[in-house]
């Protein structure tokens, strides 16, 4: 029967990935790894940062703005200068990450009435950092402006705006990073996994025997593109599980449609591994190819950058990409419950892309059997 052999090829690709150190490896490192580095290490949020001040005032207002500064929690230690000398070596050395310097008329200006000015100096060769502490400095000053007699007198003639994060209130950094890993885990794993499915058959010399077995062309596809499937909803269910219980992400959607989902991007996956690997002789020829396509693949799919900004003649590659979706479909199950016609929006591209990889990994596959 058909379904004897091809039970028995799945069985035989399992245990040759479990078996193998390399395939141990890959599956448990990188996936490790990417969890602690992208959920810990890799965040935009800015803390723990080196900050100066030059106080020429001395005076109520300045000690007010001092006091607020000092107590954010995104600052590890504050510095007073006395001198621009040491304003300058500073921030020559990279001893501090911006200097707040309030003039001599600080105070006075305030209680007159008069606009009182605040320089912040930043270390423009660290721009993200210092873009995101001017934002920090400016909220700061901001508030201790409202505090200001001129500043309660405008409040009460303006506008208050509030603004409000819809499903992310706290902008918490992991709520948005750990779905995303959950995509890119899978695409890691799906294409490392079945670019070196074929390569180790030829290293090895199982290759010819695979051949000539009873076993016929579609089903060494199929077993060839099951465990590899098979292994990547694994690792989805086990970053799902990390998400909810232990970084705390909110599930707020259908666990049905994200892996109904995940299964026409595995496929999608499998196919581009199952081409590259048809096409490398060697198992370091295979990863190479993997890790070729997957750097793309991440910078073009709005994992760390919105597409929206990236230039208009490079947009349309990201068509082709599905990654793209399908963080679209994570992110959107996690957290805002994304219904089900979104769902099939996003699905639609990647069944395209399952078809159009597997036909080609199918058609490279026969010429390489032949």
């Not at 390399?22 to 810990?40: D, H």
């Not at 707020?252 to 995940?262: D, K, P, Q, V």
Request: with cysteine; glycine share 6%; aromatic share 8%.
């Amino acid at each position: 029967m058909w379904w004897t052999r091809l039970k028995a090829l799945i069985v035989k690709e399992l245990l040759a990935v479990l078996r193998d150190p390399k395939g141990r490896t890959v599956l448990i490192g990188p996936p490790i790894i990417q969890l602690l580095v992208f959920s810990y290490a890799a965040t935009l949020e800015v803390t723990n940062v080196d900050l100066m001040v030059l106080n020429r005032d001395n005076g109520h207002w300045s000690q007010e703005l001092v006091q607020q500064v000092g107590g954010s929690p995104t600052f590890r230690s504050i510095e007073l200068a006395s001198s621009p000398h040491e304003v300058r070596l500073a921030i020559d050395t990279q001893r501090v990450l911006a200097v707040v310097e309030i003039g001599p008329t600080f105070s006075r200006d305030i209680e007159a009435g008069r606009p009182a000015e605040v320089q912040m100096i930043l270390d423009g060769r660290r721009s993200n950092a210092s873009q995101i502490v001017s934002g920090y400095l400016g909220r700061i000053v901001g508030a201790v402006a409202a505090e200001t007699p001129a500043g309660k007198r405008a409040a009460s003639e303006t506008i208050r705006v509030e603004a409000r994060n819809w499903f992310n209130p706290n902008l918490t950094y992991q709520w948005f990073m750990v779905p995303n890993l959950v995509a890119s885990i899978a695409l890691l794993i799906g294409l490392i996994v079945t670019a070196l499915s074929v390569a180790r058959e030829r290293e090895l010399g199982t290759f010819d025997q695979l051949i000539v077995s009873p076993l016929r062309t579609h089903e060494i596809l199929l077993g060839k593109l099951i465990p590899p499937m098979m292994i990547g909803l694994f690792h989805i269910t086990i970053y799902i599980l990390a998400a909810v219980f232990i970084f705390g992400v909110p599930l707020r959607g259908s666990l049905f449609l994200l892996y109904g989902s995940a299964i026409f991007y595995l496929a999608a996956v499998v196919g581009l591994g199952l081409f590259i690997s048809a096409l490398s002789m060697t198992q370091q020829q295979a990863i190479l190819g993997a890790f070729l396509f997957m750097v793309p693949a991440m910078l073009l799919s709005g994992f760390a950058t919105p597409i929206e900004n990236m230039p208009s003649w490079l947009q349309p590659v990201t068509l082709i990409n599905p990654l793209r979706y399908f963080l679209v479909i994570v992110k959107g199950v996690f957290l805002k419950d994304i219904p089900l016609a979104e769902v099939v929006h996003q699905t639609l591209p990647l069944c395209l892309i399952a078809i159009v990889t597997l036909s080609s990994a199918a058609w490279l596959f026969r010429r390489r059997l032949e």
